[in-house]
């Protein structure tokens, strides 16, 4: 059966090593698995004990990726458009209900991202007891690096992530200390909805997070998984 107009075609990342692209299907991000970030948002609970994960989502048309420096427009309705660097997973299969030890199986690999956020208008949609949608999955708001399948990354449980901003180190931490691991991250979110593959899991940033204008540079990179690079430019 035809469609009424050309469905739009789906976010691809690039693969270290191949030609082949992978497809993008939902973006899930995990909030505040950080307790120096938890610390510096506020929210002292968080940071004082482990709590469930939360989780929220960006559009899957919201990724932005490229193997050189990655060209990112700085979105409309903000004044204070803020960087979160991240390691972000990439699943080859899914399932429902899935254990900790059988949650590895699904990760296709993994890559480094950048969660854009909206900082203002996140605050005033917390304040009002609001979604975050449009804090945080705006255009161009999910920025990925080239991905690196498990064969040549194994399972990362530790490393450096930092970040960047015109040679300024902002952002400097080790995945060691996520309070939520990545086996574990994705378990938790196989019980509230069906994973499969194309999804990608952003697992959370350290401390550091600020502010972004036109014309700034960023490089960010995980020991073991890659670097990435990106340059906010103007509409």
């Known amino acids: 059966m035809p469609f009424v107009f050309s469905p739009a075609a789906c976010s ?7 030609a082949s692209l992978f497809p993008v299907r939902r973006v899930f991000c995990v909030g505040r698995n950080y ?17 469930p994960p939360f989780f929220f989502m960006k559009p899957g048309d919201a990724v932005v990726s490229g193997a050189g420096e990655i060209s ?29 030890e059988a949650a590895r199986k699904l990760i296709y690999g993994y890559a480094v991202g950048l969660d854009l956020t909206r900082r203002d208008i996140q605050g005033k949609a917390k304040e009002k007891g609001h979604p975050w949608d449009m804090g945080k999955g705006f255009d161009q708001s999910a920025v990925v690096s080239v991905i690196q399948p498990v064969a040549l990354t194994g399972y990362p449980e530790s490393g450096r992530i930092w970040l960047k901003v015109n040679g300024e180190l902002r952002q400097d931490g080790d995945l060691s200390v996520m309070l939520w691991k990545v086996a574990d991250i994705i378990a938790n979110l196989s019980t509230s909805v069906c994973l499969a593959a194309g999804d990608l899991i952003y697992t959370g940033t350290p401390a550091g997070v600020g502010p972004l204008l036109p014309g700034d540079v960023l490089e960010g990179g995980i020991e073991g998984v890659g670097t990435l690079h990106a340059r906010i430019v103007n509409r």
């Open 72 to 100: 990112v427009t700085y979105p409309p309705l903000t004044r204070n458009l803020h960087h979160e660097v991240e390691l972000v997973v990439a699943l080859g299969a899914g399932g429902a209900n899935v254990t900790g």
């Open 12 to 18: 691809a990342l690039p693969v270290a090593g191949s």
């Open 35 to 51: 307790a120096d970030h938890a610390r510096e948002m506020g929210a002292l609970e968080q940071a004082e004990g482990r709590e």
